[in-house]
């Protein structure tokens, strides 16, 4: 029998459902060396805990995260609620030597996030950020091929997220379905919630982001309070596109909004090199589209490749090639990354560390817009 690790899950909302649904599937596709056990799963209105909890699986729940921190029976806190909730709860989950899986981004500024990475580091505990995309097998198979050098030289890395779902005045700001409008509760809009996806995925790509220059947009300046009722200003960033300089001299070029009317979860990215280049859209995620300079001119072309074969990143643990898995795979690879690190005492990226970067990167962008300056990234 395999070791058990029981998970304590604070915070039942829509990313709450995608960890929960990982943990349940791990160890029936991947050979982990331990059976994730959902413990307990902690949410404000215990109705809607208990419902979680009946639903999928949970043996307990409770309304009150410092129970789930004080319980020693768990092993990982996994932390799913509201950006400015994370640093309290994974300092306490630290010093409390569990492992911890956090949301992204991180925090909400770079003071916090560094105080969160002192934290784990001082207590030497298992932690990880979920930025989910880098294990989409198309995005993973895309970072081989960077790593091995196909690409050559890399001139140029640009990235889209794209969305529509605020375009209307009338949805509020705040509460427990609209929080990522409320900057109190998210730190920031677009910048945070989308680009820090990209940024992430990027940096691993394509290494550090030295330099960027950026500007956002509050297209609506006031809304309603979703749980007061009063109208208020918006304080966060609706749209966002910057510019930067990567270490290795390409250029990047970024743009997030939450008003690209048409678009639910446009996240394309597309890589230049000498030699080669990629493309990626996650309305397709399966596909990786790739450009070889190498190959005859007479059949020289974009390739669809599509990531489904068994010796492809992650595809050999699902079904047979051809067949696809989608976007909840990615948590399910995520989950086992970090049980088979855990046991070999490995940290998994990307780290609370890892994840800091991302956050210098994202509040540069944010003080650049506000300035109208390039702003210099300090990496410690
Ligand atoms: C926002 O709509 C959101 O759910 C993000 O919070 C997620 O991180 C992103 O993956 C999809 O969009």
Redesign the pocket.
Known sequence: MKKTLNIGLIGYG??GRTHSNAYRKVSNFFDVPYKPVLKTVCGLDEAQARAFADQWGYESYCTDWRQVIADDTIDVVDICVPNNMHAEIAIAAAQAGKAICC??PLALNVAEAERMVAAVEKAGVANLVSF??RRVPAVTLAKQLIDEGRLGRIFHYRAN?L?D?TISKDVPQGGMATW?LDAKAAGSGVTG??LA?CIDTAMWHNGAITSVSAMTETFIKERKNAETGKVEPVGIDDACTFMCRFDNGSLGNFEST?YARGHK?L?TFEINGENASIAWDLHDLHRLSYFDHADDSIVRGWRNVHVTDGDMPYMGKWWVPGLQIGYEHSFVHQVADFLEDMAQGKPTSPTFREALATQRVCEAVLTSAKSKSWQTIKQP
């Open positions: 829509f990313m949301e992204k989910n995309y997220f969305q779902w990522r919630d989308l996806h939450r979860a996240y």
